[in-house]
Structure formats: C-alpha cells, structure tokens
C-alpha cells in the first residue's frame, strides 16, 4: 500500500482524492477511495469551510509529531486548497499556483537526489583514502 496517499479521517483507508457535493445549496466535502460496482466509494468528512474536519483532513489532530505523514498533511493542504479556490470561482489562479509549488516541490526532490550522489562519491573517497 502507498504511503502517499493520505488517510481518510473517516475510515482510515487511503484516499485518492476529495470531491464536493451541492446539496440545498450547501458544499460538503467528501473522501473518495475509488469505484466498487460502477458506483463512487466516497466518505462524508464535512461541509466545506468546516475547520474541525479540514483538521482532521490535514492529520494534525495527532499529537505525535514524529508520527505525523507530512507527505499526506502537503497533498491534503494542497487539495482542501483547491477545494476552497475553487467553490471561490478562483481555479485558474489556483492551478496555476499549485503548479508553481510543483515545481518547487520537484527543485527540492532534484536537491535530495543529487546530495544522495555527493554523499555517495564521498563515501568512495573516503574508503579509498
Ligand atoms: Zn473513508
């Protein structure tokens, strides 16, 4: 099972995305963990907006620090986000920050790949000398 994937703070099980529903006029955010039988997997985590369950989306609720996925907490920020843009009508400028942050977040990957190289080369050195 990926660690990527964040939790859902409903079931636990990992979820691939969240999805918004318009019901009487109201937005209520939902965890959607895929299809089964034709039909959307989906869990209640909250109306839009409502704090209590975008900390629970968030897993700051933890008190364990060291415990805390900060990969989930990133892709959960990233997508209550555009959940919040996007209801604002303001999901062009959304995309196009969300892709800016991909691409810093892609910079810092590139970093720890090449420090992983260094250190390697290092290493050689070292048993060499
Ligand atoms: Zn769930």
Not at 38 to 66: F, I, M
Not at 82 to 106: F, N, P, Q, S
């Amino acid at each position: 099972m990926s660690g990527l994937l964040p939790q859902c703070p409903r079931c636990g099980a990992p979820y691939k995305g969240l999805r918004v529903k318009r019901v009487s006029g109201r937005d209520y955010i939902y965890a959607y963990h895929g299809r089964q039988d034709g039909r959307q997997v989906l869990c209640y985590v909250g109306p839009v907006g409502g704090y209590q369950h975008a900390e629970a989306l968030l897993s700051l609720g933890l008190t364990n620090l060291d415990e805390l996925n900060l990969i989930a907490v990133a892709y959960n920020a990233a997508a209550l986000y555009a959940v919040r843009m996007r209801r604002r009508g303001e999901a062009a400028e959304a995309a196009e920050r969300l892709r800016r942050l991909a691409e810093d977040i892609a910079l810092l990957a590139r970093d720890l790949s090449t420090r992983s190289l260094d250190e390697e080369e290092r290493g050689e050195e070292d048993g060499a000398g």
